[in-house]
């Protein structure tokens, strides 16, 4: 059975930059697609950004293109979400999520979910 932690979470200035990583255990990451998604208080959990089994192709919300950057490293187990220029609206929970097949980039089609890591942007 998949596992994913994710970590690198924090708090953070409006215009700051983090790096979140998301690690799988029990089962090797290069099976699987995956995706970043993040859910606010008070709203639905949406994509933020998917990546393919090998990493040759990816999808970004239209709100996260030029600031954020999805990789993977399969040798590691682990697949980064580096975001930069954070704004206030990025402020959610993040979470990643893996699929044996990469399709769209929506919370409905993942299969396996990590708990989460907060990321606060304010002043």
């Known amino acids: 059975q998949l596992q994913l932690v994710e970590s690198g979470g924090g708090l953070v200035q409006p215009g700051g930059s983090l790096r979140l990583a998301c690690v799988g255990s029990g089962s090797t990451l290069d099976y699987y697609a995956i995706g970043w998604f993040r859910q606010a208080p008070g709203k639905e959990r949406e994509g933020v950004s998917c990546i393919s089994m090998e990493g040759a192709s990816t999808k970004y919300a239209d709100s996260v293109k030029g600031r954020f950057t999805i990789s993977r490293d399969n040798a590691k187990n682990t697949v980064y979400l580096q975001m930069n220029s954070l704004k206030p609206e990025d402020t959610a929970v993040y979470y990643c999520?893996?699929?044996?097949?990469?399709?769209?980039?929506?919370?409905?089609?993942?299969?396996?979910w990590g708990q989460g890591t907060q990321v606060t942007v304010s002043s």
């Open positions: 999520a893996a699929h044996a097949l990469f399709r769209l980039c929506v919370p409905e089609a993942y299969e396996y």
